[in-house]
């Protein structure tokens, strides 16, 4: 396992849904980070919480809500997607906004 | 901002041959620079990673080289292995300066050949 756990792996939701996806770290490290991995792209950083404060939100479409209710969890809530915003989700976490991120495996969403 | 530029997209090696993957950076204020293998439905995962107080490390079968001066540093991958095949990322980012993020190569799809 890699200490950070993600749910649900998969996701499949239509436009009109409105669903979380669920991060959970066990490293005991206070920033956390969600990305988006599209195909050919580089992993895209959406939002950055560190001791639960929102550091970095880079211009994500309202569409999109993050919440980091302790240092342990962050969701991201979803509601009212478009068809482009399929993708792999990541969550990472680290120390102090240094060193290395340390990801989860991601939650594979599409959206019809 | 930084930017990544990482080359190849893919690279296909025999079993038992070396890879070598590039990367360069515009920032020269980025100093810490690590190497990420993704295999297939998992995340990608820390494999080496250096700073930019030293120019080589190395971890058993994996090399990292840094070229502060020409802004590019390259992950070497000796006597590959099947199991070496995924998809490699290099990222760079600024430590030590609030939280400034790491920014990601686009990856390459390294394929050993057994």
Known sequence: ETGVTQTPRHLVMGMTNKKSLKCEQHLGHNAMYWYKQSAKKPLELMFVYSLEERVENNSVPSRFSPECPNSSHLFLHLHTLQPEDSALYLCASSQDGAGALHFGNGTRLTVT | ?114
């Open chain 2, 1 to 114: 901002g930084e930017n990544v530029e990482q080359h190849p997209s893919t690279l296909s090696v025999q079993e038992g041959d070396s890879a070598v993957i590039k990367c360069t950076y515009s920032d020269s204020a980025s100093n810490y620079f690590p190497w990420y293998k993704q295999e297939l439905g998992k995340g990608p995962q820390l494999i080496i990673d250096i700073r930019s107080n030293v120019g080589e490390k190395k971890d058993q079968r994996i090399a990292v080289t840094l070229n502060k001066t020409a802004k590019h540093f390259s992950l070497h991958i000796t006597e590959t292995q099947p199991e070496d095949s995924a998809v490699y990322f290099c990222a760079a980012r600024q430590e030590n300066s609030g939280n400034t993020p790491l920014v990601f190569g686009k990856g390459t799809r390294l394929s050993v050949i057994a």
